[in-house]
C-alpha cells in the first residue's frame, strides 16, 4: 500500500516553483515542502550561505533545487533571477512571491526610512517579481502546464493593529493586488492566490525595534502557541496541488487562540 509521503512525492512532480524570501521562515518550509512534493525549486533571497544550506538539504534528500541570490528592492537583481532561473529549468510555473519585513512603530516617531523599507519590500518589491516572472507564467499556460502566483498576504491586511499602520498597509496592498490580477490573469489560466497568516514564529518579529510592538508581541507568545512555518507551507502546497481549473484564492490561516 502507498504510503501518504509516497503519494506526496511526485504530486508536484514536473513543476517549477521559484520562491522568494526563501532563506528563512515561511519560504523556507515552504521550499522544502514543494520540493519534496516533487518540484524543481529555485530558491531566492540575499543571504547566500542560508540558501546553499537549503539547496544543499533538499538535494540530500533526493530533490532538485538551485539557490539564486537576488535583491527584491533592485529590479536589476530580479531580472538576473529570472534569467537564472530560465537557464536552469526553461520556465517557472509557481512563483512563491513571499519576501517581506515587518517594521511597526508610531506614526509620529516619523521613521520614514523604515515606511520606505516596508513599502519598496513588500509592495514594490512584490512588483519587481511580477514584473520579472509574469512573462515566464504566460508562457507555462500557453504550454498547457498547471500555473500558480501565490502572494504572501497576513491577516494584517484584513484588520486593525495600532502601530502596524504601514505594514498594515503593504499587505492589503497585496490582498486587492491579488483580488485584480486574479481577474485579469485567471482567463490565461494562471491561478493566483493569497495566503494570509496570523502570527507565525519566524525571524519577522526579531526586525521589530518599537517597544510596544515588542511587548505586544511577548504577551501574545504567552497566551498562545504561534503557528509554524511549516504550518503556513502546508496551506501553500495544498493550493497548488488542486486541479488546474480549481483556484483558491485566499486562504487565512491562523493560530487557534489568536482572535485578531
Ligand atoms: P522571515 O523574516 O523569516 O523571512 C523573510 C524573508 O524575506 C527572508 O528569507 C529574507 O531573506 C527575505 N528578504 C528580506 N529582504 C529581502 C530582500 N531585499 N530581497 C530578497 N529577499 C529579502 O519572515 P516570514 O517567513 O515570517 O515572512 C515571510 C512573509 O510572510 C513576509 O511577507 C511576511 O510579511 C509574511 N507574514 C508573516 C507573518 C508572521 O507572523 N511571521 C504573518 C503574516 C504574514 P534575506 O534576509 O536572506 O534576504
Known amino acids: 500500500m502507498a504510503t501518504s509521503s509516497n503519494f506526496f512525492a511526485s504530486q508536484l512532480a514536473g513543476r517549477v516553483a521559484v520562491i522568494t524570501g526563501a532563506s528563512s521562515g515561511i519560504g523556507r518550509a515552504s521550499a522544502l515542502l514543494l520540493a519534496a512534493r ?3 525549486v529555485a530558491v531566492l533571497a540575499r543571504r547566500k550561505d542560508a540558501l ?13 533545487a538551485i539557490a539564486v541570490v ?3 528592492t533592485d529590479q536589476a537583481s530580479v531580472a538576473a533571477a529570472a ?5 536552469a529549468y526553461g520556465r517557472a510555473d509557481l512563483v512563491f512571491n513571499n519576501a517581506g519585513v515587518m517594521l511597526p512603530g508610531a506614526i509620529e516617531e516619523a521613521k520614514l526610512a523604515e515606511w520606505e523599507q516596508q513599502i519598496d519590500l513588500n509592495v ?3 512588483m519587481r517579481v511580477i514584473h520579472a516572472f509574469v512573462p515566464q507564467l504566460v508562457q507555462a499556460a500557453a504550454e ?3 500555473v500558480d502566483l501565490v502572494n504572501t498576504s497576513s491577516i494584517a491586511g484584513q484588520y486593525l493593529y495600532p502601530y502596524f499602520a504601514v505594514y498594515t498597509a503593504t499587505k492589503a496592498y497585496v490582498s486587492h493586488l491579488t483580488r485584480h490580477l486574479r481577474i485579469e490573469l485567471g482567463p490565461k489560466n494562471i491561478r493566483v492566490s493569497m495566503i494570509e497568516p496570523g502570527i507565525v514564529a519566524t525571524e519577522l518579529q526579531g526586525h521589530v525595534t518599537f517597544q510596544g510592538a515588542k511587548d505586544w508581541l511577548a504577551g501574545a507568545e504567552k497566551t498562545m ?3 509554524q512555518p511549516e504550518n503556513v507551507a502546508e496551506s501553500v502546497g495544498f493550493i497548488v496541488a488542486q486541479p488546474k481549473h480549481v483556484n483558491l484564492q485566499q486562504v487565512v490561516i491562523m493560530p487557534t487562540k489568536q482572535g485578531i
Open 38 to 40: 516533487g518540484a524543481k
Open 52 to 64: 546553499d544550506t537549503l539547496v544543499a538539504e533538499i538535494t540530500g534528500a533526493g530533490g532538485e
Open 70 to 72: 537576488v535583491d527584491v
Open 83 to 87: 534569467a537564472q532561473v530560465a537557464a
Open 124 to 126: 514594490t518589491g512584490v
Open 144 to 146: 498547457g502546464a498547471t
Open 225 to 227: 502557541e504561534f503557528l
